[in-house]
């Protein structure tokens, strides 16, 4: 089958590195793509969020099915789009995308279907966010309810960092939640619509700085599987979180179909939702797509048609993506930095290096992005997959970037304990 890919950062890079290894795949496409994709597929330079651009390039080229990569697509409506012409996609409607297009949307979903979730409080202006403070104390979590790249939530200790939050935010939508104490871990789910199996687990770190200090941000690496969401407890998130709300959808008459990715927080009662991502996660995807068996290409497709059946297969393997980043980011990333030595790093048994903010300079490959490289290893071990991701971190020669060095370090403990 010909695909499309939309997107042009390190987890489309991931996709398109693993799509490509699927016997079913044919031409692979990716708009706009980045050098790292143009290694595994055809980059188009066009809008991944204008439908009309997306639909004329699928027709173009006769493609058969559309995986899309990021969440601003879909909360625009390019699957929708595609879907009105024929075109099977991986992806949700606009409205299905709602799950993380809008926190409030989804933690009014969890009330009403008895989903396990934090306590929470809907406000539309700064009045009412320091009122619900007053009703939650602190620590607690304060959301915008639209999209923010992973970095919309902020985790306030004190009042004084709640008040900062919602001052940062201004009048606006946005939801004052209960602070959960456990420890959060990520599941990824394959949902047609009727039909949601587990696909993987795995561990992030959102904070810029080693020990989980500093502000959030996309996320400067993760491990796959996550041990800590053992069998049981992802079985109980499936029974009592995923498969409810991809019922309660099919119920409104928004079915969802793509990956759902919920972030969930390990408490002593059991895993409660934190908030759902309709794609997959970044760097979780990079982490993941390594530990894939069987065509992907065809795994996707069965979603999209509506017919999975199959459970998805992992190795029984470990895997670990330590992001590189630019120098000043989460806020101004410096751009422009050179890079070399990614064929070295790679020389690293079981290592691949994904590319999430780069681009081809003058004189090679130079960064333009916040996150600029996803080095991702697998091993037998997670103690192994840590020790190759960071001896090929190493090799890297990018004197604007910085990394963590603890990637994994709760785990770390864990194994040596």
Known sequence: MDILLLGSGGREDALAWRLRQSPSCGQLMAAPGNPGIARWAECVKIDPADPAAV?????EHAIDLVVVGPEAPLVAGVADALRAQGIAVFGPSAAAAQLEGSKGFTKDLCRANGIPTADYSRVDTMQDALAAIDDFGTPVVIKADGLAAGKGVTVAMTRAE???????AGDGPMVVEEF???????????????TAMFLASAQDHK?????????NTGGMGAYAP????????????????????AQAMVEQ????????????????????LIEYNVRFGDPECEAIMPLIEGDFAELLMSVAAGKLSEPPRLADKHSMTVVVAAHGYPGAPTSGGAIREIEAAEQVEGVTVFHAGTARGEHGLIACGGRVLAVTAVADSFANARARAYRAVDQIDFADGFHRRDIGWRELKRTIA
């Open 180 to 194: 959960l104490t456990g420890e959060e871990a990520s599941l990824f789910a394959l949902v047609d619509g009727d």
């Open 226 to 245: 996550a041990p800590i969401l053992t069998e049981e407890l992802a079985a109980r998130a499936m029974d009592e979180i995923v498969r409810p709300t």
């Open 55 to 59: 639909v004329s390039l699928a027709k």
């Open 162 to 168: 709640a008040e900062t939050a919602i001052a940062a």
């Open 253 to 272: 008459g928004t079915p969802f179909n793509g990956v759902l990715y919920a972030g969930l927080m390990l408490i002593d009662e059991g895993p409660k």
């Open 207 to 215: 904070r810029v700085g080693e020990g989980d200090t500093g502000p």
